[in-house]
C-alpha cells in the first residue's frame, strides 16, 4: 500500500475514533470552516495528501503522534503506547527495547 493511501485510511480511522466529524476535525486542525469538510473529505479519500504541517496539525486534534499516520500497521500499538508515556521516561523504553531487538537478532 502507498503511503498516501495509508495516511488516508489512518486520518479516517483516528478521526472516527475520536468521534469527529470531517468539518469538526478539520476545524481543529485550523482549517477554515468554509472548506473544512471538503479538505478532510479529500485527504481521507486519498484525492490530496496534507503537507507534514497539517498532518501534524491533524495529529494533535485527534491525540495521536504523527508517526502512527505512517508507520508500517504492526507498529501502530507501539507508535501509540510510545506517545503514552513522559518523554522523560520515553528514550529509556526505547533504547530498552533496541536492546531486547539487537538481542533477538
Avoid at 466529524?21 to 481521507?44: F, H, M, P, W
Avoid at 501509540?80 to 533496541?98: G, N
Wanted: some cysteine.
Amino acid at each position: 500500500m502507498k503511503l498516501e493511501e495509508v495516511i488516508a485510511l489512518r486520518m479516517r480511522e483516528a478521526r472516527e475514533a475520536a468521534g469527529l466529524s470531517q468539518e469538526a476535525l478539520g476545524i481543529l486542525a485550523g482549517i477554515d470552516e468554509a472548506t473544512a469538510k471538503v479538505r478532510i473529505n479529500q485527504y481521507e479519500n486519498g484525492k490530496h495528501t496534507p503537507p507534514m504541517s497539517m498532518l501534524e496539525k491533524i495529529a494533535g486534534a485527534v491525540a495521536r503522534p504523527v508517526t502512527w499516520f505512517i508507520c508500517e500497521d504492526d507498529a501502530k500499538e507501539l507508535s501509540l503506547a510510545l506517545d503514552k508515556l513522559p518523554k522523560s521516561r520515553r528514550t529509556e523504553v526505547i533504547k530498552s527495547l533496541v536492546s531486547a531487538i539487537e538481542a533477538e537478532s
